[in-house]
């Protein structure tokens, strides 16, 4: 029997995952609130649901206002973090205070608001570098950067609160996530943002090292789906699930693919690989389709064309 969702805390609410699983809860009839600080989230992927929701613009690493938002919801989706590898690299203390110690609040002010469930963002960067392939969520974890590490060290204490305190967690390793409202301005953005960007442009984008490297990309709207089952299935509490399709890509192919919906015909320009890059990357999801009932429904190419649309509006409002 599946768990209703009841009122749900969507934490990091305002960033590009986040805005797409507040985005179904107020489809779903869920009393929803927002929790972000807005650092890399922005209001804009809200638009669409600014009215039906509430929005507090705080930070998870303050218990207060966490308590607050907490207060009388049945469900937690923690979406917020320093979520670019990169960034954790610069930056361990901070993205700690955020990634952990945040994380830790979430667990502590659920617990003392009688949540019932919290669904927490882990990732497949808690694998490393490991050769085989698919990733199954029972190989041994080889975290390679703050970024792992931490998101790790999320899994544990969600684990621990399942074990110690009785609150029902749930951790998904997402894969290579794409979908509109991705922000593509950094440089560490996720590929296929900053490839659509430059197709649009009609610049020439850049691929590390052969480009033979290969990825499961994943739909967003097939990571919400994973995140509404992981909330309403009973007897999944302790568990990490991966998130995933179970196809690759080569990143080569996936310049080629988006130049051609764009009309580009620019080859790419190829520079020295990037330092701490994994070379091959493939989810196994039979857990989760066996234990979630998870089927990715977007099929990649109907998902790119979706996210090229999306960018090509996004371009003409810059
Ligand atoms: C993804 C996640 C990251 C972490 C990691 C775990 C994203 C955005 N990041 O990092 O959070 O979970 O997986 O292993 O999903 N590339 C280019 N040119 C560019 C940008 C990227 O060639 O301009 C290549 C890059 O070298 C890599 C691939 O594209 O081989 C994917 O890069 P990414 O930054 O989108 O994601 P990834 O897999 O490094």
Known sequence: ??????????????????????????????????????????????????????????DIEDPEVLSSAARGCDTVFHQAAVVSVPQTI??????????????????????????????????????GDVPQLPKTEAMAPSPLSPYAIQKLTNEFYAELYHRMYALQTVCLRYFNVYGPRQDPSSPYSGVISI?????????????YGDGRQTRDFVFVKDVVQANILAATHESVSGRVFNIGTSNSVEINALWYSIAALAGCILSPEHVDPRPGDIVHSLASIQRAKEQLGFQPVHDFSEGLQKTFEWYRQYARKE
């Open 1 to 58: 029997m599946a768990l209703t969702l009841g009122k749900a805390l969507v934490t990091g609410g305002a960033g590009f995952i986040g805005s797409h699983i507040a985005e179904a809860l107020v489809a779903q009839g869920c009393e929803v609130t927002v929790l972000d600080n807005l650092s890399s989230g922005r209001l804009a992927n809200l638009d669409v649901i600014r009215e039906r929701i509430t929005f507090v613009e705080g």
């Open 90 to 127: 610069h930056q361990p203390v901070t993205s700690a205070a955020v990634n952990d110690l945040g994380t830790i609040k979430v667990l502590e002010a659920a617990r003392q608001n009688g949540v019932r469930r919290v669904v927490l963002a882990s990732s497949s960067a808690v694998y």
């Open 195 to 207: 490839f659509m960007r430059k197709a649009l442009e009609n610049q020439q984008p850049m691929i």
